[in-house]
């Protein structure tokens, strides 16, 4: 079924980058609709979106900060929908799943550990931030993203009614075994959407070991009952994404992963990556899935079952 299919993930904004970083960081809803309705059209069949204060650009995890563009996006676009429940590390965990619970998509990101988050290395390469908090924020070397088993299991049962389902996102070899925990005991479903992340400071790194290492370990865990994705950061981002296309996964790219197109260049755009992404996994031979080829390989409910 869908052979040779790989869904491409697009993450428009996310919560690490600022704005100061690159002008072409969406931050308003209208720039955020834009995006993931752009990244649509270059091929993506999923968008995980994250919300944010169109002043300052800062996270805003509110259901009111989303509903400013998810009702434009679904008005003008087949794509799936994945709302993050990780919203920034620094909000709380109710804070986190609102957005999530109210608008019950086909999709929601769910982070499956506690990590350290080390944002601070970014300071070096952007010198000139034009926001207080950006500094602020970037210069933290106390963050911890916490994911507690409580805080994850409060996610999975503030969601249960809403028949949404979960990009796992797994950081480091742990997260992969907190997954089976939650598997063996009935509270997340096959097939599991697995998405392995390389090179965050406090995860782990982005050698080609680590990303055979984590696939190996998700085989021997799940099986058939599971599909694998794969998000680089910065400028792992393709590299790590022709290697999991070669090896029969999927990908993300997005400009909440990486701001890059090539070496010193910035993408103008989300679409951008989507299209860079797109060349590579052409060149091997494998095709784009669309959203409902996406639907499908990954059991969602449907585009029309969800509260926005």
């Known amino acids: 079924m869908h052979k040779n299919k790989v869904i491409v993930t697009c993450a428009v904004t996310g919560a690490i980058h600022t704005p100061s970083m690159s002008p072409y960081l969406p931050v308003t809803p209208e720039e955020i609709a834009e ?30 900060a989303f509903a400013k563009f998810l009702p434009v996006i679904k008005q003008r676009s087949n794509v799936v929908v994945n709302l993050t429940t990780g919203g920034a590390p620094t909000m ?6 609102r957005p999530a619970a109210t608008f019950a998509p086909e999709v929601a990101s769910l982070n499956l550990g506690s990590m350290n ?15 207080e908090w950006e500094r602020n924020y970037l210069g ?3 963050i911890i993203f916490r994911n507690t088993f409580g805080q994850i299991e409060h996610i999975l049962t503030t969601c249960a009614g809403n028949n949404t389902r979960f990009e796992f996102e797994c950081y480091d ?7 089976k925990y939650f598997f063996d005991r009935g509270l997340v479903k096959a097939p599991l959407f697995v998405q ?9 790194g982005a050698h080609p070991d680590d990303v055979q290492h984590m696939k190996r370990t998700a085989d021997r865990l799940f099986g058939d009952q599971y599909r694998w994705s794969v998000l680089g950061a910065g400028r792992n981002q ?7 296309a070669a090896m029969g996964g999927n990908v993300r790219v997005g400009l909440e992963d990486s701001l890059w197109n090539g070496p010193g260049q910035l993408a103008r755009s989300n679409a951008e990556q989507v299209t860079r992404v797109r060349q590579i996994i052409e060149g091997l031979g494998l095709e784009l899935a669309t959203p409902d080829e996406a639907r499908e390989m990954l059991s969602l409910k449907g585009g029309d079952t969800v509260n926005f």
């Open 140 to 142: 933290n070397k106390d």
């Open 92 to 97: 709380s965990i109710e804070e986190r799943v």
């Open 173 to 179: 070899t742990a997260h992969l075994y907190n997954l």
């Open 117 to 131: 988050f080390g944002l601070f290395g970014m300071l070096d390469r952007f010198q000139d931030l034009k926001h």
């Open 196 to 204: 392995t992340v390389f090179g965050l400071q406090g995860g782990i």
């Open 35 to 64: 995006a993931a309705i752009g990244a649509a059209q270059a091929g993506a069949a999923i968008v995980h979106l994250h919300a944010r204060n169109p002043t300052t650009g800062e996270p805003d995890q509110t259901p009111e």
């Open 238 to 244: 393709f590299a790590i994404a022709a290697m999991a």
